[in-house]
């Protein structure tokens, strides 16, 4: 059986051809494309859904190409995507203005009207904080989350609000356009917070709490149901036969734990693409809220997945690459090999991630990144260690505030593009001080957790547990006592930088928001 994958990140887009069969699965061809985040002055994170779609096509027409498999051999696609995009559309499924990324700010007023104002714990109101518990097992801690961008596009956008017919995510746009049914995975619909995990529906009692219209909910499905058939049009596009099966797939974070194989309680998996988490599959909900972190539902049924959220991974190490263009350092070949003299610890200097505010361990819009300690020896490679390490550091920081909550377990899986190098690799491991595992082709970990769940969906395997059997681990790395001698003295300080800078983050930053609002 040959399945199409997807992968829908917030600067990238990844495809992959595999050949399923219940004893293995094969990558035959990979398809990587480019697109734009739109980051305005406003605060706002924005994409153009199309560029979704037009990469969705061309990376198709790239696999078939590539591998030489007849489109009559594809019997099914399934797509991963990034969550908690807001994607208004009219009743023919088209966007009705360009989707809004989950680090998208714009919303603090408005979740500050609903959620800061009262009696209040932690800043959230206590009320609505427990209805909130009550129905989903969390609650919207922040102003980030898609429910709040609703309402600013019903405040300043009043006439897209009035065209919408559905509020989608943006892997259910993608389906949608494909066979014409707006229908979204459990997974996706958990991260609206408007979903009821006990009832396994939309919540009638959160939806009138917050105003939410609940036409504008699309219908639930599982992750590994079939949502319909390619409709002839969109086949066309995509190179592929009308009435291939489009399978419902899940978010980056249900199917990333699908693809590294982390299907059991305790097992963890620490994914760094644009973005990163450190994820964690449960059989319970549980939540921690002074810590934004909370069980979201997965793709499967029977578990949750414990997440800890980073804005910005290798985000950051991108940052650096475009920084450095022109010079020596400009590819990320020649960034990693400009380490590889570097001491454990970059001389003292020490890198803070938050490049777009922060989620977890604390939520703070207004946190900004920090190259700390830096001396006038300080050369390119210890900055460029530094950003590597302060990744590393703060998934060890979600790593410890997950396990507040539940057990994990001490060998970690590790994915997404960082996890390409063993160098980063190595780091981790040591900053972590626990083994760390790699799969064979971890960039591909969501078109390949996308394309395992198909399986499951055409009863190649019985259960989507039956997954873990069949991901293949690619290395191992053991922590280096030396080096993770120097992180242990470092990671206090790491943690340190941002309690320290606290006031002076939200006198830059906030005045820069209160000013660009403020002229326009």
Same mark, same amino acid.
């Given at each position: ?37 739109? *980051? ?33 051999? #594809? ?31 714009? !919303? ?20 609505? %904080? ?61 991260? @609206? ?16 709490? /917050?105003? #939410? ?6 219908? %639930?499905?599982? !992750? ?14 995509? &190179?592929?036969?009308?009435? @291939?099966?489009?399978?419902?797939? &899940? ?9 590294? &194989? ?50 910005? !991974? ?63 020896? @300080? ?6 260690? !530094? ?5 590393? /550091?703060?998934?060890?920081?979600? %790593? =410890? ?22 160098? *980063? ?27 395992? %769940? ?9 259960? *989507?547990?039956? #997954? ?13 006592? =030396? ?29 820069? #928001? ?7």
């Amino acid at each position: 059986m040959k399945v199409i994958g997807y992968d829908v990140g917030t600067t990238g887009f990844k495809a992959g051809l595999y050949e399923l069969t219940k004893d293995d699965i094969r990558l035959l061809a990979g398809s990587v494309e480019r697109y734009a985040l739109h *980051i305005l002055p406003n605060g706002g994170a924005e994409q153009d859904p199309d560029d979704w779609w037009n990469a969705m096509c061309r990376s198709t027409k790239a696999l078939l190409e590539k591998s030489g498999v007849p489109r009559g051999e #594809i019997q099914a696609i399934s797509c991963c995507s990034q969550f908690s995009t807001l994607v208004m559309v009219d009743c023919e499924g088209r966007a009705l203005r360009p989707a809004m990324s989950c680090m998208d700010t714009r !919303a603090a007023a408005q979740f500050g009207r609903y959620m800061g104002t009262g009696l209040c714990v932690e800043g959230l109101n206590v009320s609505r %904080l427990l209805r909130f518990v009550r129905a989903t097992g969390a609650a919207s801690t922040s102003a980030k989350d898609a429910v709040w961008r609703y309402h600013w596009v019903r405040e300043n956008e009043p006439e897209v609000f009035r065209n919408t017919c559905k509020w989608l995510d943006a892997k259910e746009y993608l389906t949608s356009r494909a066979t014409g049914r707006m229908i979204a995975s459990r997974d996706d619909a958990y991260m @609206t917070f408007l979903y009821d995990v006990k009832k396994g529906c939309w919540s009638e009692d959160l939806c009138r709490m /917050l105003d #939410i219209r609940m036409e504008h909910l699309p219908a %639930l499905c599982n !992750a590994a149901d079939v949502v319909g058939g390619l409709l002839p049009g969109p086949a066309e596009e995509l &190179g592929l036969l009308p009435g @291939t099966a489009v399978i419902a797939g &899940g978010s980056d974070v249900s199917l990333c734990q699908v693809g590294s &194989g982390s299907l059991l309680p305790g097992d963890v998996n620490i994914c760094s693409g644009t973005s990163g988490w450190v994820c964690t599959t449960i059989d319970r909900l549980c939540l921690d809220v002074p810590h934004s972190v909370a069980s979201i539902v997965g793709a499967d049924p029977e578990n949750y997945l414990y997440c800890a959220d980073c804005e910005t !991974a290798g985000k950051c190490l991108e940052w650096v690459k475009e920084r450095l263009s022109g010079t020596p350092l400009g590819s990320y070949d020649e960034l990693i090999d400009s380490i590889r003299d570097v001491p454990a610890g970059s001389g003292g200097v020490v890198f803070s991630p938050w490049m777009h505010g922060n989620r977890c361990p604390f939520e703070d819009a207004n946190a900004r990144g920090v190259f700390f300690n830096v001396d006038v020896s @300080t050369h390119a490679g210890e900055l460029v260690r !530094a950003v590597i390490e302060g990744v590393c /550091l703060h998934m060890r920081w979600l %790593l =410890e505030t997950s396990e507040l909550k539940i057990k994990t377990s001490p060998v970690v899986r590790f994915t997404g593009g960082s996890a390409m190098s063993k160098t *980063i690799c190595q780091i981790l491991a040591d900053v972590l001080r626990r083994e760390v595992e790699t799969i064979e082709d971890p960039r591909h970990v969501g078109t390949l957790g996308a394309a395992a %769940l198909a399986a499951v969906s055409l009863g190649v395997l019985d259960d *989507i547990k039956d #997954i873990r059997k069949i991901i293949r681990v690619g290395a191992r790395f053991t922590p280096n006592p =030396e080096n993770a001698a120097v992180y242990d003295r470092i990671y206090p300080v790491f943690k340190s930088l941002y309690r320290n800078n606290q006031k002076a983050f939200a006198a830059l930053n906030g005045a820069v #928001i209160r000013e660009t609002k403020l002229r326009k």
